[in-house]
């Protein structure tokens, strides 16, 4: 009966979990799942996605590179364990506990924090970009900022401008923001916006003692202006905007290179 229950629960793991756990922590993922709670066990690369664990006690236990991935992890007790490298893509942690947990590494992207408890946890290299509920005394300027910039390159120049408004939020001074938001402007068709945005920068730069950004930033400005110009007479011969894309790709280059 042991052996016909194990080789069930291996089963259930493979088939419902999509990444089995290791075989040394099937005993452990048994206690888990069947008493709710599994305080310092070794749950280290077990696959868990979709998982129901709402309300279990899994305090101090090892969860090094588990597949969470939309686990439900809603009122769990998760205090001091090691959630360091673990998939939690959109799994829900409203209302865990999370203090003193290790999440370094983690990806949160687009997990649900309300309510969660993350007081002394260790976020560092942890992906959150799209976590819901996240507090803002825990995401930089800087962090923001690096958001923009990926929203930016895909396509999405509203996106990257909201994250931007972050980041300025937190450290109003931020050279690069600006001019990276000014592209974003531009992006969009607010070629007032770009402008004003770059000769901050420049400003900014200058203040600094950064001439290269300084330098960029008086290139930027100079060329929405040029570009523009370009575009409105390429329109009144007929002509296609290609000067216009091929301009914003060399924009696109000054915010890689002074930006990050």
């Avoid at 991935?69 to 364990?81: T, V």
């Amino acid at each position: 009966m042991k052996l016909q229950n194990l080789a069930s629960l291996t089963l259930f793991a493979t088939l419902c979990w999509g990444v089995p756990a290791r075989a040394e922590n099937l005993q452990h993922v048994q206690q888990l799942m069947s008493t709710r709670e599994c305080q310092s066990c070794d749950l280290s690369r077990a696959g868990l996605v979709f998982a129901n664990l709402s309300a279990v006690d899994l305090t101090r236990a090892n969860l090094s590179l588990a597949n969470l991935n939309q686990a439900n992890l809603s009122g769990s007790n998760l205090a001091d364990a090691d959630l360091s490298g673990a998939v939690l893509v959109r799994a829900n942690l409203s209302g865990a506990d999370l203090s003193g947990a290790n999440l370094a590494g983690a990806d949160l992207r687009e997990a649900y924090l309300y309510g969660a408890n993350l007081e002394g946890a260790n976020l560092d290299g942890a992906t959150l970009q799209g976590a819901i509920g996240l507090p803002d005394e825990l995401i930089s300027a800087e962090q923001f900022y690096a958001w923009g910039v990926a929203e930016y390159q895909r396509g999405n120049a509203n996106g990257a401008i909201a994250y931007y408004n972050q980041a300025l939020d937190k450290r109003p001074d931020y050279s690069a923001v600006y001019l990276a938001r000014s592209l974003a402007y531009y992006r969009l068709g607010d070629e007032e916006r770009a402008i004003a945005d770059a000769n901050r920068a420049e400003q900014l730069f200058a203040a600094d003692g950064n001439e290269n950004g300084r330098l960029a930033s008086v290139q930027l400005a100079e060329g929405i202006v040029e570009a523009q110009e370009a575009l409105d007479e390429a329109n009144e011969r007929g002509r296609g905007g290609g000067g216009f894309l091929s301009f914003i790709g060399g924009l696109a280059s000054l915010l890689l290179r002074f930006g990050l």
